[in-house]
């Protein structure tokens, strides 16, 4: 009997929208723009552009960015009932996420319990922000993803455990090829289906918990 482990994403995922992107706009020079274009295009890995995109925000904006998410970032609706569920039926919920542990964090610390969460993190001591990277690629992965979502499942699961992941967007894509069920909304679903990953559709943390249900009494 193969044990369920969860590996949920954050932007686009618990939130409505991407947080990131929110903050550019709401905050940034025009440049960010550009840089955005270029890690959609692929000319610069996800890591770098991040970093650039952070490096045009100014230190003591911290606690002006940290207000603004926690005021404007939706968290999509059945989220603490799905929680709530995985904790009463023992499953490990893995939050695995390229935001940043300033905006991250505050806004997580309203629901849980979590098995673990893991983000990128930041630095605010010098004129502009500085992004730091805790869980870069490991030796299998050459990606360049910032907070490589594939490299942290390769760290925490058992080759028997069922991995399920949920996300929406292409940095969720080398985590649901390693998945063994990927619960897919948006960009992440059409690959899903491109690739004939094994998947369900989802638009609220409800879905997640129905097909969380089923994959349950499969299982035992
Ligand atoms: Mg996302
Ligand atoms: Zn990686």
């Not at 890995?45 to 911290?62: A, D, Q, R, Y």
């Not at 299998?140 to 925490?156: A, F």
């Amino acid at each position: 009997m193969a044990k369920i482990a969860v590996f949920c994403d954050f932007d686009g995922t618990i939130t409505e929208k991407d947080n990131i992107i929110n903050i550019m706009k709401h905050f940034a020079p025009s440049q960010w723009e550009g840089i955005k274009n270029q890690v959609l295009q692929q000319e610069i890995s996800i890591k770098e552009g991040v970093g650039k995109m952070f490096s045009l925000l100014p230190s003591n904006l911290k606690g002006d960015l940290t207000d603004f998410v926690l005021e404007n970032a939706k968290i999509r609706e059945g989220f603490q009932p799905f929680v709530d569920y995985l904790a009463e039926e023992d499953i490990p919920l893995y939050i695995v996420s390229g935001g940043i542990d300033f905006f991250v964090a505050p806004v997580l610390d309203k629901y849980g319990p979590y098995e673990a969460v893991f983000c990128n993190s930041s630095d605010f001591s010098g004129d502009t922000i500085k992004i730091l990277w805790p869980h870069s690629c490991d030796e299998k992965c050459d990606n360049n993803c910032g907070c490589c979502k594939p490299s942290i499942m390769r760290k925490l699961e058992a080759e028997d455990t069922l991995k399920v992941v949920i996300g929406d967007s292409i940095t969720d894509l080398e985590a649901a090829k390693k998945a063994d069920f990927v619960i897919a909304r948006d960009l992440l679903l059409k690959k899903s289906k491109e690739l004939n990953l094994n998947h369900n559709s989802f638009e609220t943390f409800y879905d997640c918990i129905e097909v969380l249900k089923k994959l349950n009494e499969v299982r035992v």
